[in-house]
């Protein structure tokens, strides 16, 4: 079993910062690509960031220059930084990971819970 435990959402206003952790526990072998979706009422899951093991990073449009993805390899984790937030931004946010466990052959992606962001106007 692997885990995906996302933490730092919250309530934020128009223009605020918010840093958001997810780690990963379990049988884990390997991670190779992790990354942060977000869903807004109404609206499909998007991408927000991804990075990869050897940290090539990759971004949405809407993002760019304002979000920042990182990750520690050895402690499984992959962060979020967010400056200058907007009401559009205001979703649940995702964190997930593509998972080599132990005794197994195959990538596996892994999903968090999800954990609510809001940015007030």
């Known amino acids: 079993q692997v885990q995906l435990v996302e933490s730092g959402g919250g309530l934020v206003q128009h223009g605020g910062s918010l840093r958001l952790s997810c780690a990963a526990s379990?049988?884990?072998?390997?991670?190779?690509?992790m990354g942060w979706y977000r869903q807004a009422p109404g609206k499909q899951r998007e991408l927000v960031a991804a990075?990869?093991?050897?940290?090539?990073?990759n971004y949405a449009d809407s993002v760019k220059g304002r979000f920042t993805i990182s990750r520690d390899n050895p402690k499984n984790t992959v962060y979020l930084q967010m400056n200058s937030l907007k009401p559009e931004d205001t979703a649940v946010y995702y964190c997930?990971?593509?998972?080599?466990?132990?005794?197994?052959?195959?990538?596996?992606?892994?999903w968090g819970r999800g954990i609510q962001v809001t940015v007030s106007s």
């Open positions: 379990g049988n884990i072998f390997s991670i190779y690509t």
């Open positions: 997930n990971a593509d998972v080599l466990s132990y005794f197994t052959d195959r990538v596996v992606t892994h």
């Open positions: 990075i990869t093991s050897g940290g090539t990073t």
